[in-house]
Each structure stands twice: as C-alpha cells, then as structure tokens.
C-alpha cells in the first residue's frame, strides 16, 4: 500500500490539529478541577516549590492559622488569593540603616 507525500502531510496535518484541540480540552478541564468559585486552587506540592520552603513549615503555617485551606477527598488545597495575602502579610521590607548625620 503506497500513500503519496501530499496525501501523508495532509493528514499529518489533520491528526497533529486534533491533537492540539485535545490538548487545549485537557487543559481547560484541568484549570476547572483545580478551582473553588472560580479561583485557581494550589495543592501541597505547587505551594512548597511556589514558596520554596519544607512541608513542615508549611503544616505550621496550616496549623496557626496563618494560611487558609480546604480539604478535598482528603487532600489539602490553598486558594491563590489566599497564598498572596499571606506573602503580603509575611514579607518583610528590609530594614536601612539611619546615617550618623540624622
């Protein structure tokens, strides 16, 4: 069985568009899952390297109330609003030194 060059490109081009039309499906489901009212939900994983600390700060700051989060089917989610309220709430600017002239 001989297929011609046109014949093959064309229908390349016909499976690599369906590919990216499932692509872009997948992701839209995905951005879907991961949300609560709309809002984009974080796991464990994503916050620890967002915020590039251990998982035992991170159940600290679960534990004092410092962070919000939700429990879904047993595992714990973290609204993004609620990440950045927490870095603007923990950031601290650097401190300058006064000058012996002041």
Same mark, same amino acid.
């Given at each position: ?12 081009? /016909? ?6 039309? %499932?692509? =872009? +499906?997948? $992701?839209? &489901? #995905?951005?879907? /899952? ?6 984009? %939900?974080? =796991? +464990?994983? $994503?916050? &620890? #390297? ?16 410092? &962070? ?35």
């Amino acid at each position: 069985m001989n297929i011609d060059r046109m014949e093959f490109l064309a229908w390349m081009e /016909r499976l690599i568009g369906r590919l990216d039309m %499932l692509g =872009d +499906n997948i $992701d839209e &489901l #995905q951005k879907k /899952r991961n949300s609560l009212d709309g809002e984009e %939900l974080l =796991d +464990n994983q $994503d916050l &620890l #390297q967002m915020l590039k600390i251990s998982n035992r700060s991170l159940q600290r700051y679960r534990s004092i109330g410092k &962070l919000p989060y939700y429990t879904i089917s047993g595992k714990l989610y973290y609204k993004l609003s609620d990440v950045h309220q927490f870095i603007r709430e923990s950031f601290n600017p650097p401190i300058t030194k006064l000058n012996a002239n002041e």
